[in-house]
Nanobody, 116 residues
Framework: QVQLVESGGGLVQAGGSLRLSCVAS????????MNWFRQAPGKEREFVAT????????NYADSVKGRFTISRDSAKNTLYLQMNSLKPDDTAVYYC?????????WGQGTQVAVSS
């Protein structure tokens, strides 16, 4: 199993920045991909960004491209999401997700609120 713990959420004004972290523990050697998703009130959970755990190749949702950067520190088993130029529409609970062969793990989420 893989355990995921997110941190770094908070309240920020529009235009500000936050950096989210997600620490993975357990069978981290089985991780293939790590992702960030988010869920705003009354909306479905949506994809934000993904990164290959070994190669580092990344991809982003169009809504965050150019503003958010996903990265990872494999030695620390930590995933990051640097969020710049935040908008009120970015307000959501942000979830870390780890993909292993035939399964997927989720963290508990961290709240991000962006005020206008």
């Amino acid at each position: 199993q893989v355990q995921l713990v997110e941190s770094g959420g908070g309240l920020v004004q529009a235009g500000g920045s936050l950096r989210l972290s997600c620490v993975a523990s357990g069978r981290t050697s089985s991780i293939l991909l790590m992702n960030w998703f988010r869920q705003a009130p009354g909306k479905e959970r949506e994809f934000v960004a993904t990164i290959q755990w070994s190669g580092g190749s990344s991809n982003y949702a169009d809504s965050v491209k150019g503003r958010f950067t996903i990265s990872r520190d494999s030695a620390k088993n930590t995933l990051y999401l640097q969020m710049n130029s935040l908008k009120p529409d970015d307000t959501a609970v942000y979830y870390c997700n780890a993909r292993v062969p035939a399964y997927s793990y989720w963290g508990q989420g961290t709240q991000v609120a962006v005020s206008s």
